[in-house]
């Protein structure tokens, strides 16, 4: 398995074809495999590059504390350690979180910038309802089968669940595969409670494209509208039919809209 030393500690990570590189930064308590929609459809055009974050997977924790602007600096470790001086960055959920805090700490880095179904935090943010918050912080369960089928509603569509049972179990099995521990998820979850910001994306200067689905629960789409105003420039893409992790249930229009913004030139 491919580690790289980054930060002060060994995380795991992915190349994928060639070209202009990419970085792909998941949401939490999830690594590299949770790009699976996305990989094969953009390293045909890009050099896609996914990783497990700090405690996840193959990475170690380390004795840092976890912030988002701690993984912030991991993943610009990592793009520094494979001699990338600059990418194409995607963050969905609490990548998007860590997207923001690359963007603004290391502008130099980033080219074109996605922000997917996530928000800037802080007090201004927009809650999911109290019992979806508390259901998907609770670490209970954390990586047996129950939680994990408990989990998809707050994730997809009811109709996704319905109508795509064969997605579903696929995905249930990659979620087995991959535990989390619990000391990684809870020092995510206050990494997440902690980051607010909604006074400083103004300064990200990178062309910038926020996704959001349409029926998201966790991080509603207002949230994604805020970003979208506060950014300068930014574009803003709403996906009908689609939940939290919009770039799975609807991956191809997802993909479609990723690679169409990262093509255009400047």
């Known amino acids: 398995m491919p580690t790289i030393r980054a930060n002060g500690v060994w995380l795991y990570y992915e190349a994928h074809g060639a070209g202009a590189p990419l970085l792909l930064i998941a949401g939490l308590g999830v690594g590299s495999w949770i790009w ?13 590059i996914v990783f497990d974050q700090r405690g996840i997977g193959a990475s170690e924790l380390g004795e840092t504390p976890v912030t988002i602007r701690t993984l912030a600096e991991d993943a610009a470790a990592l793009l520094r350690e494979l001699g990338i001086e600059r990418a194409h960055v995607l963050g969905a959920s609490m990548g998007g979180f860590i997207a923001q805090e690359l963007a603004l700490a290391h502008p130099e880095l980033i080219h074109r910038l996605v922000l997917a179904c996530t928000s800037f935090g802080g007090p201004q943010h927009v809650p999911a309802a109290p019992e979806i918050t508390r259901a998907f912080l609770s670490p209970e369960g954390l990586n047996t089968e129950e939680r994990a089928r408990a989990g998809l509603p707050i994730a997809f569509t009811a109709r996704f669940l319905a109508e795509r049972p064969d997605d579903v179990e696929d995905l249930i099995r990659r979620r087995l595969a991959h535990p989390v521990s619990e000391q990684t998820f809870l020092a995510q979850i206050q990494a997440v409670m902690a980051f607010d910001a909604a006074d400083r994306v103004s300064a990200i200067r990178a062309p910038t494209l926020i996704i959001t689905g349409d029926e998201d629960v966790l991080i509603p789409p207002e949230n994604s509208r805020n970003l979208a105003a506060r950014i300068p420039g930014a574009r803003l893409a709403i996906i009908e039919g689609a939940g939290h992790a919009v770039f799975i249930e609807q991956a191809e229009a997802f993909n479609r809209l990723v690679l169409d913004f990262l093509s255009e030139t400047a």
């Open 36 to 48: 699976y929609k996305q990989v094969p459809a953009f390293s045909r055009h890009f050099r896609t």
